[in-house]
């Protein structure tokens, strides 16, 4: 009797835990399908652009937040593709803060993150996606002041704090896609993983870089290569800003040939390293670069022409396949409000410039080096036919001394 009673109460507290999993999965199913449309339609009409969710969940007592499909859709103006698209997220919310307005979340996992980011000419002017997304942000700053709520204690105005201690990013992807050009200027990077960490909003000082940014992954699109980006940010600011370090290895140069369109020169094999540190303040972009080219294999382009930058295109290939590594400096700086400034362009403008300032000086130094041999080799020869020139006067007089003293002798021994 004992034993059928244990076995009941086991079996009650199994049937117990299973219909609290369950009312606690119902509640947070049911609390996820109230706030979905409410967060869509709110984050729709800030951005001005369409957001959707999907599978959203809230567990007020543990906190939990997970949203099983998450998209913002480009501008109108662009393609009709999302502009961020996340397959997966998952939060933890410290439930007792949200009393004091504080949103405070320890960490955010966000899987497979696709980011796309597309620049197209539109009224006459350039303009990417995410530049569109923050004018829009602005705006609606300007047209909605958030409302404050009153303090009882102080009299003083109060606003929502929310702090993110860590953002995780497993598998996801950047995309950068122009359409301005015909030209495949297409970047992609792909796995991206990595962490953003210590997001507060409002942004505590406006000047200080307080955020620790770290992703890594692989490079390119038909051969990745490894890569990594790191260093400081405040991209929660009114005037956003970073100081990022990165670098790109043992990259394939052909797989990014036209940035040697228009040369005359077409690129079949070689590698690159590129180190890149950029700054960004006050809406200026300011990069440091350092290129390095390594066992490059050029030929003459489609289009036949006889010189480039005022020398003979054979030598200037021959001189570039011989170079073991060439490294380049490749300075890139504008204003982001210029409409005409875009990274890319002014990365590719500046490379050409930096690659011709080292070819021109570097066959002119050649140049000037073998003029100089030869003019020693001249110098050598005039020293020489004067030497052969000094040995024959030196014969010529010894024979004619040795003439005149033995013709007497000759002459003597006749007359005996």
């Given at each position: 009797?004992?034993?059928?009673?244990y076995?009941?109460?086991?079996y009650?507290?199994?049937?117990?835990?299973?219909a609290?999993?369950?009312?606690y999965?119902?509640r947070?199913?049911?609390l996820?399908?109230?706030?979905?449309?409410?967060i869509?339609?709110?984050l729709s009409?800030v951005?001005d652009?369409?957001?959707?969710?999907d599978g959203?969940?809230?567990?007020?007592v543990?906190?939990?937040?997970s949203?099983?499909?998450?998209?913002i859709?480009?501008?109108?103006?662009?393609?009709r593709t999302?502009h961020?698209?996340?397959?997966r997220?998952?939060?933890?919310v410290n439930v007792?803060?949200?009393?004091?307005?504080?949103v405070?979340i320890?960490?955010?996992?966000?899987?497979?993150?696709?980011?796309r980011m597309?620049?197209?000419?539109f009224?006459?002017?350039?303009?990417s996606?995410?530049r569109?997304?923050?004018?829009h942000i602005k705006?609606?700053?300007?047209?909605?002041?958030?409302?404050l709520?009153?303090?009882s204690?102080?009299?003083?105005?109060?606003?929502?704090q929310i702090?993110i201690k860590?953002?995780?990013?497993?598998?996801?992807?950047f995309?950068?896609?122009?359409?301005?050009t015909?030209?495949?200027?297409?970047?992609?990077?792909k796995?991206?993983?990595?962490?953003?960490?210590n997001?507060?909003f409002?942004?505590?000082?406006?000047?200080?870089l307080?955020q620790?940014v770290?992703l890594?992954?692989?490079?390119g699109k038909e051969h990745?290569?490894p890569?990594?980006i790191?260093?400081?940010?405040?991209?929660?600011?009114s005037?956003?800003?970073f100081?990022?370090t990165g670098r790109i290895s043992?990259?394939?140069?052909?797989?990014y040939?036209?940035?040697?369109?228009g040369?005359?020169v077409?690129?079949?094999?070689?590698?690159?390293?590129?180190?890149?540190?950029a700054?960004?303040?006050n809406?200026?972009?300011?990069a440091?670069?350092?290129l390095?080219?390594?066992s490059?294999?050029?030929?003459?382009?489609?289009?036949v022409?006889?010189?480039?930058?005022?020398?003979?295109?054979v030598?200037?290939?021959?001189?570039?396949?011989s170079e073991?590594?060439?490294?380049?400096h490749?300075?890139v700086?504008?204003?982001i409000t210029?409409?005409?400034?875009?990274?890319s362009?002014?990365?590719r403008?500046?490379?050409r410039?930096?690659l011709?300032?080292?070819?021109r000086?570097?066959?002119?130094?050649?140049?000037?080096?073998t003029?100089?041999?030869?003019?020693g080799a001249t110098?050598?020869?005039?020293?020489?036919i004067?030497?052969?020139?000094?040995v024959?006067?030196?014969?010529s007089?010894?024979?004619?001394?040795l003439k005149?003293?033995?013709?007497?002798?000759?002459?003597?021994?006749?007359?005996k």
């Open positions: 009797m004992k034993k059928k009673r076995v009941f109460l086991v009650f507290f199994l049937l117990a835990v299973i609290t999993a369950w009312i999965a119902k947070a199913r049911l996820g399908a109230t706030l979905q449309p409410i869509e339609q709110s009409r951005l652009m369409q957001v959707k969710t959203l969940h809230f567990d007020p543990s906190g939990e937040i949203c099983e499909h998450f998209t859709m480009n501008p109108r103006e662009f393609s999302p961020i698209d996340l397959s997220i998952s939060a933890w007792r803060e949200l009393f004091h307005k504080k405070i320890d960490e955010v996992v966000l899987g497979r993150l696709d980011y597309e620049r197209i000419m009224d006459g002017n350039t303009r996606n995410c569109v997304m923050s004018w705006d609606f700053r300007k047209r909605h002041p958030a409302p709520a009153s303090n204690e102080t009299g003083s105005r109060e606003k929502w702090e860590k953002i995780m990013i497993w598998d996801g992807s995309y950068y896609r122009n359409r301005i015909s030209e495949d200027d297409d970047l992609q990077f796995p991206l993983h990595g962490h953003l960490m997001f507060t409002p942004a505590r000082d406006e000047k200080t307080n620790d770290l890594e992954g692989s490079f990745s290569v890569f990594q790191l260093g400081k940010a405040n991209l929660t600011a005037n956003i800003g100081d990022l043992e990259g394939p140069v052909n797989e040939r036209h940035y040697w369109s040369l005359g077409r690129v079949k094999d070689g590698a690159f390293t590129l180190d890149v540190k700054d960004y303040k809406e200026y972009f300011d440091t670069n350092t390095e080219l390594k490059l294999k050029l030929s003459p382009g489609k289009t022409v006889s010189q480039i930058w005022g020398l003979p295109i030598a200037v290939i021959k001189f570039l396949e073991k590594m060439i490294k380049l490749i300075p700086h504008g204003d210029d409409p005409e400034f875009e990274v362009q002014a990365f403008k500046a490379f410039v930096s011709k300032q080292h070819t000086s570097s066959l002119g130094a050649l140049k000037e080096g003029s100089m041999i030869a003019s110098k050598a020869s005039e020293k020489i004067a030497g052969v020139g000094a024959t006067d030196i014969v007089a010894t024979t004619s001394e005149q003293q033995v013709l007497p002798s000759n002459q003597a021994a006749g007359k």
